[in-house]
């Protein structure tokens, strides 16, 4: 099987496509002094961009990983999130509390999606 890698980097791609699976890096927002919200949005955005270039969607989305820098704020990234998935194909999910790469970010979601 090949593998493709969207928008490699030094340290990491931002997809990588294999077989018939897509897997995306963790995504964070542009701004990272936005609120929750706003920074969950961008990273959907996000996410929805690298699912459209690699030809799949968010309705093939097998799994879903999202991490917090607060738990507390798990209600407001919901807000944003149930408005983003597909409620006829909502993929697994785990949200967890996790330090990211820098204080100002709230949030980073990881996600694996079918290509076919």
Not at 59 to 76: C, G, H, P
Not at 85 to 108: F, G, K, Q, T, Y
Request: some cysteine; proline content about 4%.
């Amino acid at each position: 099987m090949t593998i493709e890698r969207l928008h490699p980097g030094s340290r990491m791609s931002q997809a990588v496509k294999h077989g018939n699976t897509l897997y995306l890096a963790g995504q964070v927002a542009k701004d990272e002094f936005a609120t929750i919200e706003t920074q969950t949005a961008q990273v959907l955005e996000k996410m929805d961009a690298l699912l459209a270039e690699a030809g799949t969607s968010k309705s093939k989305v097998l799994s879903v990983q999202v991490l917090l820098t607060n738990i507390a704020d798990f209600a407001a990234m919901n807000s944003v999130y149930d408005k983003w998935i597909d409620p006829a194909n909502p993929p697994a999910r785990a949200c967890w509390e996790a330090r990211l790469a820098s204080p100002n970010l709230r949030v980073e979601i990881i996600a694996v999606a079918a290509l076919d």
